[in-house]
């Protein structure tokens, strides 16, 4: 980004604090007797994971999926490439996927389906950042964080280019 481009703050650590912790709620209700394994979707959703799963104290598994779209700038291409990087078994299991923002769905659509296709007890989908705007497959989202308007976001794992994961808020960039 040029000199003369400002990061705005959207939502504040405190305003995603409180999110993660309203959806750690949602979450208890449904999995605490379900040992679940949380599946996060490398590489924007480590920050939210993490926080995330030290709101839940109940049994569960993390298992990580790298869903790389490859597109250049802000835009997705379509074609996305899936890379797991252990072997649980996850046939019979319940599994709820963990994602920064489900912008138009591909990515988030493409790992649902390999999921299922495990045979899993359950398939379900958590995602901080929901942009409706931009969706060009439909996609359920069982437990929803914030309705995003339609720019381009960084902070809390989410990046531009690689830059911006580590802001502890979330931002977007101006284009002075
Ligand atoms: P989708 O496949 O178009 O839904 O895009 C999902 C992926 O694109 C997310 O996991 C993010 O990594 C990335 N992405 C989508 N929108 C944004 C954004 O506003 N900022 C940063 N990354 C984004
Ligand atoms: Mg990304």
Avoid: W
């Amino acid at each position: 980004m040029g000199p003369s481009n400002k990061l705005l703050i959207l939502y504040t650590r405190r305003k995603i604090n409180a999110t993660v912790r309203r959806l750690a709620q949602e979450i208890a209700r449904d999995y605490a007797d379900k040992q679940p394994v949380l599946i996060g979707i490398l590489k924007g959703s480590f920050v939210f994971l993490a926080d995330l799963v030290r709101a839940l104290d109940f049994p569960l598994e993390i298992d990580f999926i790298r869903a790389a779209s490859y597109g250049k700038g802000t835009q997705s291409s379509g074609k996305v490439t899936l890379m797991r990087y252990n072997r649980t078994v996850l046939k019979g299991r319940h599994l709820l996927v963990i994602e920064d923002i489900v912008d138009s769905g591909l990515s988030v659509r493409c790992v649902m389906d390999y999921l299922q296709a495990k045979k899993p007890a359950s398939v379900k989908l958590c995602c901080l950042l929901d942009k409706p705007e931009r969706r060009e497959v439909p996609v359920d989202i069982d437990y929803r964080g914030l309705t995003v308007p339609n720019k381009f976001l960084v902070g809390y794992g989410l990046d531009r280019a690689e830059q911006y994961r580590n802001l502890p808020d979330i931002c977007y960039i101006e284009e002075l």
